[in-house]
């Protein structure tokens, strides 16, 4: 089975750095995924890791460490915008583009 | 990216009735279709995977009969939820994926069953 694990809710500071964790929990692994969602959106797609380390993305890097079964996601200079759910969720092996996602990170970003 | 457009945006129905949903990729072959649902305040569930020309796959716990897919052709798929309950009442949110690594999310369906 799967567990995907991340914190339910975080709180920052405009222009600051956060960083959401997930540890997941697979049968098999064939990469990670990090969304965006705002209320009453549908996920937008931020970035995908399959390979151990860091990939970034302008104001968005994602770390994975599949040994460790740990992903971050980094978010630099933060903006008001910012503030939406962010999900992790894992793509099992052997089981196309299913997903199984976290229940969602919640993050505030404050003036 | 690829765009995957879901259909109504937003039904209210009465309890007892079903309602369709659809969902069409656009720009691209969606061999795979994914329905998920969500709750206030909670994440994606998936409910099924559907694949072009075959039944679908429903996760533990999703009534089949109730939540009727088909995915017909390459570019649409529909969820049917029959005989609505206010229980039903949820975001319903596809996938679609034409095999490439990402799945493109539609814009959801937010469901109220009075």
């Known amino acids: 089975g799967q567990n995907i694990d991340q914190p339910t809710e975080m709180t920052a500071t405009e222009g600051a750095i956060v960083q959401i964790n997930c540890t997941y929990q697979t049968s098999g692994f064939n990469g990670l995924f990090w969304y965006q969602q705002h209320a009453g959106e549908a996920p937008t797609f931020l970035s995908y890791?399959?390979?151990?380390g860091l990939e970034e993305k302008g104001r968005f890097s994602s770390f994975l460490s599949r040994s460790k079964g740990y992903s971050y996601l980094l978010l630099k200079e933060l903006q008001m915008k910012d503030s939406a759910s962010y999900l992790c969720?894992?793509?099992?092996?052997?089981?196309?583009?299913?997903?199984?996602f976290g229940q969602g990170t919640e993050l505030s970003v404050k003036p | 990216g690829a765009v995957v457009s879901q259909h109504p945006s937003w039904v209210i129905c009465k309890s007892g009735t079903s309602v369709k949903i659809e969902c069409r990729s656009l720009?691209?072959?969606?061999?795979?279709m994914f329905w998920y649902r969500q709750f206030p305040k909670q994440s994606l569930m998936l409910m099924a995977t559907s694949n072009e020309g075959s039944k679908a796959t429903y996760e533990q716990g999703v009534e089949k009969d109730k939540f009727l897919i088909n995915h017909a052709s390459l570019t649409l798929s529909t969820l049917t939820v029959t005989s609505a309950h206010p229980e039903d009442s949820s975001f319903y949110i596809c996938?679609?994926?034409?095999?490439?690594?990402?799945?493109?999310f539609g814009q959801g369906t937010r469901l109220t069953v009075v």
């Open positions: 720009d691209f072959q969606a061999t795979t």
């Open positions: 969720a894992v793509r099992p092996l052997g089981q196309g583009g299913k997903l199984i």
């Open positions: 996938s679609a994926s034409g095999g490439t690594t990402e799945a493109f």
């Open positions: 890791n399959v390979l151990d």
